[in-house]
């Protein structure tokens, strides 16, 4: 049994100034619908709930080390669980490094204050059989 | 092209040094770009060439020079145009 640990921190400016710039094709581009759904308030999409995510995404990211694999953000998904807390699901290339890595667990908590964001994820592995991250 | 990538990145990545200063083989990374900004770079750049990066390159070594990204685009205008 093993464990690999990921962190990041992002800006919620820098969300905004992508929702400005971006709009919809940043959305698109990085976010499930389910996401997008969950980050969405009366007064639009909420930079601090989708900067929560993306650093989320990218700790996930640390903990999987797909090395030059290409994974899409979308691939690596925050879900919100009815009693309140967070979890992370997977697709795609996202799932399938998780399982070459053998990680048989991902636990997720996410945070925002004074304009950033913050993520940890926490893998179980039942074996280490990759060691190319950073 | 390389004025034109070198003109996103001084647009979109937030790098704290002068992006004309950069060799085309500078690591972008390592010159303060981060994850985040290096999406805004990606949204950029799919607007300005009018493509789409498919998920196979969505992956650090494509954003982490103006050479390995002009070396995509290429990749991508060749795809399309055949």
């Known amino acids: 049994m093993a464990a690999r640990v990921g962190i990041d921190l992002v800006s919620v400016e820098a969300v905004r100034q992508s929702l400005s710039e971006h709009g919809e094709h940043y959305l698109r581009r990085v976010y499930s619908e389910r996401e997008v759904r969950d980050c969405t308030t009366p007064s639009g999409a909420d930079p601090e709930r989708l900067a929560a995510r993306f650093a989320a995404k990218e700790a996930t990211l640390k903990v999987l080390r ?5 994974i899409p ?3 690596i998904e925050v879900v919100r669980r009815p009693e309140g807390w967070v979890a992370l699901e997977l697709a795609g290339a996202a799932a ?5 890595a053998g990680i048989t667990e991902l636990a997720l908590s996410i945070s925002h204050e004074g304009g950033f964001a913050t993520a940890v994820v ?6 280490e ?5 950073r | 092209m390389i004025e034109d990538i070198r003109s996103i990145i001084s647009d979109h990545a937030r790098l704290p040094v ?9 690591d972008l990374y390592q010159a303060g770009m981060t994850s985040h900004a290096s999406v805004n770079v990606m949204l950029a750049l799919e607007d300005r060439f009018d493509i789409e990066f498919p998920d196979r390159m969505l ?3 494509v954003f982490e ?8 685009l290429r990749e991508l205008q060749v795809s399309a145009a055949a």
């Open chain 1, 66 to 70: 797909p090395a030059d694999v290409g």
């Open chain 1, 129 to 133: 059989t990759r060691d190319q991250g």
């Open chain 2, 59 to 61: 992956k650090r070594s």
């Open chain 1, 73 to 75: 953000w979308f691939t």
């Open chain 2, 65 to 72: 020079s103006i050479a390995s990204i002009a070396e995509a």
């Open chain 1, 122 to 127: 926490v893998a179980t592995c039942a074996s």
């Open chain 1, 96 to 100: 399938e490094l998780a399982s070459q």
């Open chain 2, 18 to 26: 002068d992006v004309g200063t950069l060799a085309i083989d500078a």
